[in-house]
């Protein structure tokens, strides 16, 4: 049995995690932090997580945490990581930051799109990106996994196999994403607020929301050249979801039935992406609540672009979901450990 931390208890990625962790029967959690509610129960604040009647939130101070578990989820804001994952790594904890705080590798690059100055870059190497589909091997030797962010993994996903395969041309190309509320966190901000956004539908950081670079660092990882994107992200009035929508432009002709054979092969048996046969399109319904990131693929003849749809939960394949997946090949265990769940509809 191991011993968990989850720092940032009280917000969404931290609750989520919470409750995946009560399904989980190789960890115990033994630690969690919120700062404004420091001393209070988990319960109070979340009736519905009764698993953890008892336990205490506590404050963050690291040099009484690092003696409590063997494993540390990190789900606070950016910048508010940066010391603490550094603390727990050197330490010779195995962690996992939600933040985008070890993301990015070139330290100029995130400062300039995070506006804070990072203070280990000593760790940045030793932290592996955490998409298990692409990284899966390295994430299983380290102890440092950067969780990518909902954005990222939900428009990644979906460019891939397209990119890995050289099906398309890398310089023009779209993501036009959605995102659920939730996405923005549980801090009070009246923008996200029910009046302010129930009935409505608009876009936001527009040419410059901070997931543009991570998505463009993989994506030119993955293409060995220097990958630029234009990145739209939109609120949407529901609680949680993501939907993408990708356009780029084919290299040579292809039909939706070689296209999808192509992403089945690239996904092989991933047991969290599902490659949508022809004429069925992702819904953020249909991955609501499960690990699940369903990909569509289509083609306009008219315009010869390719047009790639994704779905992912935010708070799951998005982020908890996706933790707890890098968990268990952190800790040699089946992968789909606490993460096995069936859609629901409505
Ligand atoms: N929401 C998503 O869909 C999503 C998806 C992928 C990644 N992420 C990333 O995951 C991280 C957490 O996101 P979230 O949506 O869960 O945020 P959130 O709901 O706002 O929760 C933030 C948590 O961090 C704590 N916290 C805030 N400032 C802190 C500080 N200076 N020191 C210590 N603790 C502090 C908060 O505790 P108190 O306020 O109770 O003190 C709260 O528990 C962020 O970096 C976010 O970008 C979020």
Redesign the pocket.
């Known amino acids: 049995m191991y011993n968990v931390a989850v ?10 995690l919470l409750r995946l962790l009560t399904n989980h029967p190789f960890v115990k959690v033994t630690a969690v ?6 001393g209070g129960y988990i319960t109070d604040m979340f009736p519905f997580l009764c698993h953890y009647e008892g336990l205490k ?1 506590e ?2 101070v690291k040099e009484d945490l690092h003696k409590k578990a063997d494993i540390f989820f ?8 940066q010391e ?1 994952v550094a603390y727990f790594h050197k330490k010779g904890k195995k962690v996992l ?5 070890y993301r990015l590798k070139n330290p100029d690059v995130y400062e300039k799109w995070y506006g804070v100055k990072h203070n280990y870059v000593d760790y940045l190497k030793d932290a592996v990106y955490g998409l298990p589909e692409l990284y899966r091997k390295d994430i299983a030797l380290t102890d440092l996994v950067a ?4 954005y990222p ?1 939900a428009s990644l996903l979906g460019l891939y196999p397209a990119l890995y395969y050289n099906l398309i041309e890398k310089d023009n190309i779209i993501i036009d994403a959605k ?2 509320t ?6 009070a901000d009246y923008a996200l607020s029910f009046s302010e956004t129930f009935g409505s539908f608009r876009a936001y950081s527009v040419a410059s929301h901070r997931h543009t670079p991570e998505i463009e660092q993989i994506l030119s990882f993955i293409s060995s050249s220097d990958i630029k994107v234009s990145f739209t992200p939109h609120l949407l009035p529901v609680s ?1 979801g ?1 939907l993408c929508t990708i356009y780029a432009t084919l290299k040579e002709k292809k039909s939706v039935a070689e296209l999808v054979d192509t992403y089945i092969v690239a996904y092989g048996n991933e047991p969290f992406v599902r490659v949508l046969k022809k004429g069925r399109l992702p819904d953020i319904k249909r991955v609501g609540l499960t690990n699940y990131c369903d990909i569509a693929l289509s083609v306009d003849e008219r315009t010869n672009r390719l047009i790639i749809i994704t779905a992912i939960d ?2 799951m394949k ?3 979901g ?1 933790a707890v997946q890098n968990m268990n090949i952190m800790l040699s265990l089946d992968e789909t450990t606490a993460l096995k769940s069936v859609p629901i509809f409505p």
């Open positions: 720092c940032g208890a009280s917000g969404y990625t931290g609750s989520e932090t919120s700062e404004k509610s420091a939130y404050p963050l990190m789900a606070l804001p950016h910048g508010a990581s603490a930051d939600l933040s985008a705080d969780v990518p962010g909902c993994t995102s659920g939730s996405g923005a966190g549980r801090k949680r993501i935010n708070l998005g982020a908890s996706q």
